[in-house]
Structure formats: C-alpha cells, structure tokens
C-alpha cells in the first residue's frame, strides 16, 4: 500500500468533513494507531487522552481484554448467522440483561439493528405502523425538539433540528413539529401525533445542552394522558454517560421505546437496540400483515452481542456506576476552577461525565487544535469544547485533561 495519508486523501471521505479542506496538502490527518485505557497513540507514536470517547462510544477503555477476548471467541464460535429465521443464544441473553434495567411490564421486548440511526429508524416505524394496526392512522406525525439529533439516516433526519445538517432534507422524511421546549406542547393539535422523541437530560449535538430537571417526567404525563407515544433516544446518554446506567432512570421515567447503540457494545463494534412494551409488540400480532417488515442483514450480530454482554459484565463486576459519583463531583469541581480563572470561556454545562466547555465566540476549533497540542483529542460542537470521557477514566486522567484545556484557553 502507499503511504496510508495518501490512500486516504485519495479515495476516503469522512463524516461531516469539507473534503476540500480535509485533503489540502497542508492538512495532517492524525493517523490512530493503537488504543488503550483512555489512551489513544497515533503513527507517530504520540500518545492522547479520548476526551470525545471517540465519538461518545467508548466506556470501559480502549482495547478492555474482557472484551477483546469475548469478540475473538466469538468470532471464532459464530461469526454471524441470521436472525431472521434463526435464534442465537447471545442475542436471548443480551436481550434478558438489557430488558431487566426497567421495571417490570416497562420496556420488555428487544429489536436489534446496527446503529443509533436505526435505532430510532425502527422505533418510528414501529411507532407508526402500531397506529396502524389499531385504529389510529390519524396519528402520523411526530413532535421533536428543537437542536435535536437523533441520526442521519432519512427517517431519522427528518427528526433532527439541527439546522445546518437537516434543514435542506427536511421535507423529504417523516411529518415533523419542531417545538422548543414542553411549554410549546400546549399548543399543539396532538390528535394527529403518534410520538414524541427526545434526548432524555441533555441534547448532544446541541452543543451539550442539558434540560430542565422535571422535564422528562412531565413529558411523560403529558403523553400518558394524550396516548402518544414517547421515544427515548438515549444513543449518546445509555451507558452510565450521565450517572445512572440510563438516563431516563434519573427521573423515573419508561417510555414506548428506549434506542440504544454508541455505548452497548462498550465502543467497540457497531450494534443497535430498540427496546419497546408489551403493548406496542401485541399490535404487531395476529394477522401476517401486522408483522414488522423491517430488519438488516446484521440484525443481532453475535460478536457485537458478545461485547455487548462482556461490556455489561464490567458494569458489575468494577461497579462501573458505584464510581461515577467521584469522579462526576471531582469534574465539577475542576471545570468550575477552570471558568473562575478564564475569561475565554462563557459557561460550563454538565450532565454526568459529559461536559460541554462554552467559549468566547470564534474560539471553538482553535482550542481543539491547542488541546491537541497538550495530549488531549476532543472535538468542539460550534464554540462549545466537548468533555466527555470513558467512564473508566481516573481522578489524576481527568485533571490532565483540564489541565490541558487550562493551557490551551
Ligand atoms: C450519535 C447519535 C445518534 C446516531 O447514532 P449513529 O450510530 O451515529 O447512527 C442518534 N441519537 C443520538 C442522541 C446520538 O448521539
């Protein structure tokens, strides 16, 4: 092979990247080599702290033996077979392991797909057609939530309120309201509704923007009284992100459907769930034509459930959620130090171990680069300097970490 730069400004194009300026001579893509812990080493030989969780997936570490080892005995047991027509044992126990986190006769029934996108593909179709099956086809549209993301697949996109990534497909999708926070619902001709999707605590791509606490269980009741469906895209909060294995648990909330991905598989392979009731599976029995024609040719693949499980079996055994309190206190503490002693930085917003660094206007992409310089990988959302590590991370990880954002503003 050439030289791995050149193959890939040649014929790779990234994720939301100008490629023009991605492929400028003068620009040196980090080439990641090796992970370990919350350790990232580049071909160079450099070493940098994963302050994004590379891309919000990773939990556990980079590179976790418990993991490593469940994939390649699994790879070499069962690759992948279908789980359309067939069963696998891992996808039964996953399913049992994720289903028991929620109360009894909650979410109870696992759909499995690849990614956060398909997740909340498969609940909105789910959602949809179960009006269907039931004498409710008035019910089409959904309601979202302004500066929401929830994927980039069409379906999923025509949920996203972020302007500048969705505006220009917005009409191709599903029938979407916008509203900007639950006060707007009064408003609203909800007879027409079948869900409502959120990003339960704290948008994302939002620039990490945490809601009101309350917010959630009121969301709740107001689609418990008007029989709409509420989705819980929990994509980037699932996995202990914001303290609590998940975050709807903060607020004591079930909702019609959960989708989970980036964290399942503790960062490691892609794999995708949807978790519904009861009440939504039985619209789709009976008659041939109340099946859900939907599903992909990974569905369930047994190497991701086999991470999936050997990630929710660190849960237990380090009593992952039992240490975050700690280190979700020591952030704080740090961040708030940080803000007292720089005039660069206009607000800190936190949720867990997320934490989302508001600069001055025009300082976003610089102080990632600086960061970088100081052994620190994250990514800037506009202004906004993303903190978001594997939840594995130690006290002395995280001071290096805004120690480097300390230098860099
Ligand atoms: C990342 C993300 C998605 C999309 O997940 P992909 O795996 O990138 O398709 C959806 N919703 C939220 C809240 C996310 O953070």
Same mark, same amino acid.
């Given at each position: 092979?050439?030289?791995?730069?050149?193959?890939? !400004?040649?014929?790779?194009?990234?994720?939301?990247?100008?490629? /023009?300026?991605?492929?400028?001579?003068?620009?040196?893509?980090?080439?990641?080599? *090796?992970?370990? @812990?919350?350790?990232?080493?580049?071909?160079?030989?450099?070493?940098?702290?994963?302050?994004?969780?590379?891309?919000?997936?990773?939990? #556990?570490?980079?590179?976790?033996?418990?993991?490593?080892?469940?994939?390649?005995?699994?790879?070499?047991?069962?690759?992948?077979?279908?789980?359309?027509?067939?069963?696998?044992?891992?996808?039964?126990?996953?399913?049992?392991?994720?289903?028991?986190?929620?109360? !009894?006769?909650?979410?109870?029934?696992?759909?499995?797909?690849?990614?956060?996108?398909?997740?909340?593909?498969?609940?909105?179709?789910?959602?949809?057609? /179960?009006?269907?099956?039931?004498?409710?086809?008035? +019910? $089409?549209?959904?309601?979202?939530?302004?500066?929401?993301?929830?994927?980039?697949?069409?379906?999923?996109?025509?949920?996203?309120?972020?302007? +500048?990534?969705?505006? +220009?497909?917005?009409?191709?999708?599903?029938?979407?309201?916008?509203?900007? /926070?639950?006060?707007?619902?009064?408003?609203?001709?909800?007879?027409?509704?079948?869900?409502?999707?959120?990003?339960?605590?704290?948008?994302?791509?939002?620039?990490?923007?945490?809601?009101?606490?309350?917010?959630?269980?009121?969301?709740?009741?107001?689609?418990?009284?008007?029989?709409? #469906?509420?989705?819980?895209?929990?994509?980037?909060?699932?996995?202990?992100?914001?303290?609590?294995?998940?975050?709807?648990?903060?607020?004591?909330?079930?909702?019609?459907?959960?989708?989970?991905?980036?964290?399942?598989?503790? @960062?490691?392979?892609?794999?995708?769930?949807?978790?519904? $009731?009861?009440?939504?599976?039985?619209?789709?029995?009976?008659?041939?034509?109340?099946?859900?024609?939907?599903?992909?040719?990974?569905?369930?693949?047994?190497?991701?459930?086999?991470?999936?499980?050997?990630?929710?079996?660190?849960?237990?055994?380090?009593?992952?959620?039992?240490?975050?309190?700690?280190?979700?206190?020591?952030?704080?503490?740090?961040?708030?130090?940080?803000?007292?002693?720089?005039?660069?930085?206009?607000?800190?917003?936190?949720?867990?171990?997320?934490? @989302?660094?508001?600069?001055?206007?025009?300082?976003?992409?610089?102080? $990632?680069?600086?960061? *970088?310089?100081? @052994?620190?990988?994250?990514?800037?959302?506009?202004?906004?300097?993303?903190?978001?590590?594997?939840?594995?991370?130690?006290?002395?990880?995280?001071?290096?970490?805004?120690?480097?954002? +300390?230098? /860099?503003?």
């Amino acid at each position: 092979m050439t030289d791995p730069i050149a193959a890939d !400004k040649a014929h790779c194009w990234h994720p939301f990247t100008l490629q /023009s300026e991605w492929c400028d001579p003068a620009h040196e893509p980090l080439m990641i080599v *090796r992970g370990e @812990g919350v350790w990232l080493f580049d071909s160079n030989g450099e070493k940098y702290l994963d302050g994004n969780s590379s891309i919000w997936t990773n939990i #556990h570490g980079h590179c976790r033996p418990e993991i490593a080892e469940a994939i390649a005995k699994q790879a070499a047991t069962l690759d992948h077979s279908s789980y359309l027509g067939f069963a696998h044992p891992l996808a039964s126990e996953l399913a049992e392991k994720l289903v028991f986190h929620f109360p !009894k006769n909650t979410l109870e029934r696992v759909f499995y797909s690849d990614n956060g996108s398909t997740a909340v593909e498969v609940a909105l179709k789910m959602s949809i057609q /179960s009006r269907m099956q039931t004498g409710q086809e008035k +019910r $089409t549209r959904f309601i979202a939530f302004d500066n929401a993301y929830h994927g980039d697949t069409l379906g999923a996109a025509s949920l996203g309120g972020v302007n +500048r990534f969705f505006s +220009r497909f917005r009409n191709l999708g599903y029938d979407t309201q916008f509203v900007a /926070s639950i006060d707007a619902l009064k408003f609203i001709d909800s007879s027409t509704v079948t869900a409502v999707v959120i990003e339960p605590l704290i948008q994302g791509v939002n620039e990490m923007r945490p809601w009101p606490k309350g917010m959630l269980r009121e969301l709740r009741e107001w689609t418990n009284k008007l029989g709409i #469906h509420l989705i819980l895209d929990e994509v980037m909060t699932g996995f202990g992100r914001t303290g609590t294995m998940f975050a709807c648990q903060q607020e004591n909330v079930a909702p019609d459907f959960l989708c989970l991905a980036k964290g399942l598989t503790g @960062g490691t392979v892609p794999l995708a769930a949807t978790l519904t $009731t009861n009440a939504v599976y039985e619209t789709f029995l009976g008659s041939s034509e109340n099946a859900f024609y939907y599903g992909h040719s990974y569905t369930a693949n047994p190497i991701g459930c086999a991470a999936a499980i050997a990630s929710l079996q660190i849960f237990e055994d380090e009593k992952t959620l039992d240490l975050l309190p700690i280190k979700i206190n020591f952030l704080e503490k740090q961040l708030a130090e940080l803000k007292a002693k720089s005039k660069h930085i206009v607000e800190i917003r936190q949720c867990g171990l997320v934490a @989302g660094i508001q600069l001055k206007p025009g300082l976003g992409i610089q102080t $990632t680069l600086a960061v *970088r310089n100081q @052994g620190l990988l994250t990514r800037n959302i506009l202004d906004t300097l993303v903190f978001m590590p594997p939840l594995c991370i130690s006290l002395d990880e995280i001071e290096f970490a805004i120690d480097a954002i +300390r230098k /860099s503003v």
